[in-house]
């Protein structure tokens, strides 16, 4: 009976994982080579061996869905990039604005805004760990200067498995001078999802 009843308690925790995304379209880069260049990764922590959990040493899928995002200006000008800017669009047309690092450290404290049962909870020294760890890959606003790029991971709220079909990342960077913005925007669904 025992059993039963922690097993009754684990799935639940199971199901909050954000699904893995995959491309619609392949390769997920924009851009040509005298322009500016944006590359985009999903980020799947879940599973086993995982190659972005060890990368990032935090289970990520449990709190948000996230990205790698890599910008490359290839341009004689400087152009600026605001993670908040950036729009995760559901197919209901439900959108996310990326979270800053405050909200990314919140919605993680907060267990990725779902209620979690925690069967060993982690010590405050795994939360400021990992905490740390996240506020670190997180990309940041700036400028980049001409020949120069930026990386780092845009953490949404997670996406609903019900509504992770035609999920669209969209994103811009905007030129400093002209003030023009370049829109950059990348299809994916739920990976093995029929």
């Known amino acids: 009976m025992k059993r039963f009843i922690l097993l009754?308690?684990?799935?639940?925790?199971?199901?909050?994982?954000?699904?893995?995304?995959?491309?619609?379209?392949r390769p997920l880069t924009s851009?040509?080579?005298?322009?500016v260049q944006v590359i985009v990764k999903p980020v799947i922590t879940s599973g086993?061996?995982?190659?972005?959990e060890q990368k990032y040493g935090v289970d990520l899928s449990a709190y948000f869905t996230a990205f790698e995002v890599h910008i490359i200006n290839r341009t004689n000008e400087e152009i600026s990039f605001d993670p908040t800017q950036a729009r995760l669009i559901n197919g209901t047309g439900q959108i996310n604005s990326g979270l800053d690092e405050q909200g990314?450290?919140?919605?993680?404290?907060?267990g990725g805004g779902n209620t979690i049962l925690t069967i060993v909870p982690k010590s405050k020294a795994i939360v400021d760990e990992e905490t740390r760890k996240i506020v670190r890959a997180?990309?940041?606003?700036?400028?980049?200067?001409?020949?120069g790029q930026k990386e780092g991971l845009l953490f949404f709220k997670k996406v609903s498995p019900e509504h992770c079909q035609e999920i669209v990342l969209k994103l811009d960077v905007a030129v400093r001078e002209s003030g023009e913005r370049k829109d950059f925007s990348f299809p994916f669904s739920c990976a093995n999802k029929s």
Do not use: H, K, W
């Open 8 to 25: 009754l308690f684990l799935l639940p925790a199971c199901t909050s994982v954000s699904p893995p995304l995959a491309p619609l379209e």
């Open 31 to 35: 851009g040509a080579s005298e322009i």
């Open 48 to 52: 086993i061996n995982s190659e972005d």
């Open 104 to 110: 990314a450290v919140q919605y993680y404290m907060n």
């Open 138 to 147: 997180r990309i940041t606003e700036g400028m980049i200067g001409p020949g």
